[in-house]
């Protein structure tokens, strides 16, 4: 018996009536960035919803992973997450850091030894922390799945492409 003979013999699906009343007040505000990155398609797709932040940065398409960072902490650990001391070109000296008190929490497709993934996530939601330091919803971030084993090191092109995509991310700012 093929699938196509089960879904052909079941009762017919008719949608449901449209409501006269919506409960969205207004569209989700959406901002995306496409780039061509070592001759690779990296699409950024950045979506603000009332209660969450969600950043999808897929590869020719493909989305692997997902996690989730909540932005909201106590009070007197984001004191310390931000540095003081700025660099001659004006960046704060530890933009690159990730801000300590931030934890990703696996969603869909990662596994346990996944750090490059979680180092994803948690600069992600740092960068929107430091971009809006009042900014206290869930960030939660998808991206490609990378095929790179746990013990080769990363290279020159692999920090480029880490820059380039929180780059992206930032261009993308809809927090």
């Known amino acids: 018996m ?3 003979s089960i879904l052909a013999d079941g009762p017919p699906v008719t949608p449901a009536p ?3 009343s919506s409960t969205l007040s207004a569209p989700v505000k959406t901002r995306q960035s496409v780039r061509m990155i070592s001759g690779v398609r990296v699409d950024v797709v950045v979506y603000s919803f009332a209660d969450k932040i969600m950043v999808l940065v897929s590869q020719n398409g493909r ?3 997902m996690y989730y960072v909540p932005l909201a902490s106590s009070a007197s650990l984001s004191a310390f997450a931000f540095g003081s001391g700025t660099n001659p070109g004006g960046e704060d000296e530890y933009s690159l850091l990730p801000l300590t008190h931030l ?3 696996p969603v869909l497709g990662s596994s346990a030894d996944d750090v490059e993934g979680r180092i994803y996530a948690v600069q992600v939601a740092s960068l929107v922390s430091r971009q809006s ?3 206290r919803r869930t960030v939660i971030v998808g991206m490609a ?3 790179r084993e746990a013990t080769e090191d990363l290279d020159d092109a692999h920090r480029s492409l880490f820059l380039d995509v929180l780059a992206m991310v930032a261009e ?3 927090w």
């Open 2 to 4: 093929s699938s196509t």
């Open 63 to 65: 989305l692997g992973k």
């Open 103 to 105: 934890t990703p929490t």
């Open 172 to 174: 993308c700012r809809v």
């Open 145 to 147: 799945a990378t095929k």
């Open 133 to 135: 330091p009042d900014e």
């Open 18 to 20: 449209a409501s006269s």
